[in-house]
Structures are given as C-alpha cells and as structure tokens.
Nanobody, 124 residues
Framework: QVQLVESGGGLVQAGGSLRLSCKASGRTFSNYAMGWFRQAPGKEREFVAAITWSGYNTYYVDSVKGRFTISRDNTKNTVYLQMNSLKPEDTAVYYC?????????????????WGQGTQVTVSS
C-alpha cells in the first residue's frame, strides 16, 4: 500500500511561483507513474499533470501548459510540481496520486493512492 505526503503549498500573489513535493513510500516508486490533481471549492477534482515511471513522458491539462512542470527523482521517491506564473484560478487543494501502472493517465481511476492534499491559494 502506497503512502503519499505532500508539501509546499501556501499563499502567493498572482504571477508568483510555488513548488509542490510529494514523497512516496510503501512500494517501488520507480516502477509507477505519478500524477497531480486539484480540486477548487465547489468544483470536481481535475487532472493537472502526470509523469511516466521514467520521467521521460509528461502530460498536462491545457490550462497549465507552459506554466507548470512535473518532474520526479526516483532516488528520493519524490515527485514535484513546479508552478510558475500562478493565476487566481489555480487556487485549489492539490493532490498527489500514485499510478496503477508505469504509464501515466489523465483519469483518476488509474491512480491507486492519494495524498492528503495541500492548499494553494493565489491572490489577485
């Protein structure tokens, strides 16, 4: 059973940056894809970014392309989400997710473990 612990959220002004981290334990990290999702108040959870087991392939929702970067360090069992040029509409609770397989997916049903979430608030 995988355990995920996120960190790095906070309050930032529009145009600023944050880096989220997610440390995994409980299974062989390097064998599986990882993803980030977010949920804003009153909205459904949405896919943000995903990365394959090797880190070679990454995927993003259109609204964050060019601003967010997902990466991973398999030696540290950690996945990151670098968020630049933040906008008020990026405000949400961000969740790290552990993939069911080595291949990344935009579907939350393809993830078998979830972190507790970290709040990101972007002020205008």
């Amino acid at each position: 059973q995988v355990q995920l612990v996120e960190s790095g959220g906070g309050l930032v002004q529009a145009g600023g940056s944050l880096r989220l981290s997610c440390k995994a334990s409980g299974r062989t990290f390097s064998n599986y894809a990882m993803g980030w999702f977010r949920q804003a108040p009153g909205k459904e959870r949405e896919f943000v970014a995903a990365i394959t087991w090797s880190g070679y392939n990454t995927y993003y929702v259109d609204s964050v392309k060019g601003r967010f970067t997902i990466s991973r360090d398999n030696t540290k069992n950690t996945v990151y989400l670098q968020m630049n040029s933040l906008k008020p509409e990026d405000t949400a609770v961000y969740y790290c997710a552990a993939g069911r397989s080595s291949w990344a997916s935009r579907l939350d049903t393809e993830y078998v473990g979830w972190g507790q979430g970290t709040q990101v608030t972007v002020s205008s």
